[in-house]
């Protein structure tokens, strides 16, 4: 009896306690639940979608879809460095000479930029250019394997899948010494190859291609299958393959500057390449699909470019930072147009350009703008559908294109020659002397004296950017290619 009644006493006290807990206000409404914000908001950035399977480190290229490749022109050699070059002393500095020398000055040099010497094994002292710390400037032979070695190296670093390696038809073919340099450097290049899993294509330039060397350039062809036995994939595993077949290409087909063969002659070029086991790469004028301003006009160029397996136009020179975006839309019909005719297309992407030293009467530069200027190509040729790319040029400091290593401007040699003489431009021709020539023909003949009225400088890379900023924002191209980094014109900021 007790017991129920503490029980009773006990529920009383625990009604009067909830009673006076809601104060008698029995309309109350507790406040609605936030929801909690997500810790990670949905991203708004987008990513390209490739169609194609990426490529694995270390296994073989099979394809150019889905590769940022370079080319290579490997065409630097220097006293000392054993090059047969070497023997004649107007072409001892190969590809750096102008003018049978190079020296400080317009036309006596070749070329618009320094290469940042701090990672080179073997270097070379020309003796008369100057750094801006008063040091003598030194320069690299791709004759020495550390050389080519290196650049492969760079690539792999930096994300560079490959590159095509440059083979000139003029410099090789009944051109012993041409032959010599170039031959030893592509082993150099196979070498670097293998050791740093790039892939590697050679690529015929046809300047210097006649009718009656097809022969000799088919006969070099097969040589470099039988050498490096480029269908066996355990010989030369990184040889850059298409179709199932080892690629090679012909760049300079379809140009209207007066070429010394025909569509016909490049047809059978290419018909004897394919009879050796080739697949087929074009490179053609920037305006092949409406063969016009720099493509001939004749039908025939498209019946070329179909037989092929990929084609590349070359843009270097045809625009600027301003020019650019009138290229959107014939890039977009370019891809459009490949796809329709099943034809690989891989646009072309350049840096800047400048050749003042070898072209004086150019009188401009394609700026850089801190690399801006290559992201906008790359972004749009991506955004517009292109599968692969290729980026002129890996070592181009001639024509100032080059992706590698050089001087910031601040670095730079000087370029004052130590006695003045004079350059003539003269129906498209250029001469040096020590007097003025007086009552040129032409209407744009000109003669100046070097360096009062013609001074011409080297150019570096900006001040305020790493000597490696081109190599690396090509490395970040290839991730927003794969799909990897948002696609976005913004040039991406290196941590």
């Known amino acids: 009896m007790k017991s129920r009644i503490l029980h009773y006493l006990f529920l009383f006290l625990f009604l009067l306690l909830i009673i006076s807990c809601k104060g008698g206000k029995d309309d109350y409404i507790?406040?609605?639940v936030k929801p909690e914000e997500p810790k990670n908001p949905p991203s708004t950035e987008v990513f390209n979608k490739p169609d194609f399977i990426p490529h694995k480190d270390g296994e073989p290229f099979n394809s150019y879809r889905g590769l940022v490749m370079t080319g290579y022109q490997?065409?630097?050699?220097?006293p000392g460095s054993g090059c047969s070059h070497n023997n004649h002393k107007n072409t001892e500095w190969y590809h750096y000479r102008e003018s049978e020398m190079f020296a400080p000055g317009p036309r006596q040099n070749s070329i618009d930029m320094w290469p940042d010497m701090r990672e080179y094994e073997v270097k070379y002292t020309p003796g008369n250019f100057i750094l801006a710390n008063g040091q003598k400037a030194q320069v690299y032979s791709n004759y020495d394997k550390s050389t080519v070695l290196l650049h492969f190296k760079w690539m792999k670093e930096y994300g560079i899948d490959g590159a095509f390696v440059q083979r000139f038809v003029g410099e090789v073919i009944d051109n012993p010494n041409g032959k010599d340099h170039f031959d030893t450097v592509l082993g150099h290049a196979m070498e670097a190859s293998n050791t740093h899993q790039r892939a590697i294509c050679v690529m015929y330039d046809l300047g210097g291609f006649i009718p009656e060397r097809l022969t000799k350039t088919l006969a070099d062809a097969q040589d470099i299958m039988d050498k490096y036995q480029?269908?066996?994939?355990?010989?030369?595993?990184?040889y850059l393959h298409q179709d199932g077949k080892p690629?090679?290409?012909l760049w300079g087909v379809g140009f209207n500057d007066g070429r010394p063969?025909?569509?016909?002659?490049?047809?059978?070029?290419i018909k004897g390449l394919k009879d050796k086991g080739f697949s087929i790469m074009l490179g053609v004028p920037t305006y092949w699909r409406e063969r016009r301003n720099d493509a001939v006009s004749d039908p025939k160029l498209h019946e070329l470019i179909k037989s092929a397996d990929i084609i590349m136009p070359w843009f270097v020179g045809r625009y600027g930072m301003d020019s650019f975006p009138n290229f959107h839309s014939l890039i977009e019909n370019d891809i459009q147009w490949c796809k329709t005719n099943n034809v690989e297309y891989a646009p072309l992407c350049f840096p800047g350009s400048s050749d003042l030293n070898m072209h004086p009467h150019h009188m401009t530069r394609n700026d850089r703008y801190k690399g801006q200027f290559l992201w906008n190509q790359i972004y749009h040729s991506v955004k517009s559908g292109a599968q692969m790319l290729y980026m002129a040029m890996f070592d181009e400091i001639d024509e100032g294109t080059a992706l590698y290593k050089t001087l910031n401007q601040k670095d730079v040699p000087g370029n004052v020659p130590e006695t003045p003489y004079y350059v003539t431009y003269r129906s498209g021709s250029y001469s040096i002397g020590s007097t003025r020539i007086t009552n040129l023909p032409g209407v744009n003949d000109w003669c100046k004296l070097v360096p009062d009225e013609l001074n011409v400088t080297f150019l570096g890379i900006e001040d305020d950017l790493p000597t490696d900023h081109y190599l690396w924002l090509t490395g970040q191209g290839k991730k927003m290619l794969r799909g990897e980094i948002p696609l976005k014109q913004t040039l991406p900021v290196r941590k």
């Open 247 to 249: 690629l090679i290409t």
């Open 74 to 78: 490997g065409w630097f050699c220097t």
């Open 261 to 269: 063969f025909s569509l016909t002659d490049v047809e059978n070029l």
């Open 30 to 32: 507790p406040p609605p």
């Open 230 to 238: 480029l269908k066996d994939r355990t010989k030369q595993k990184f």
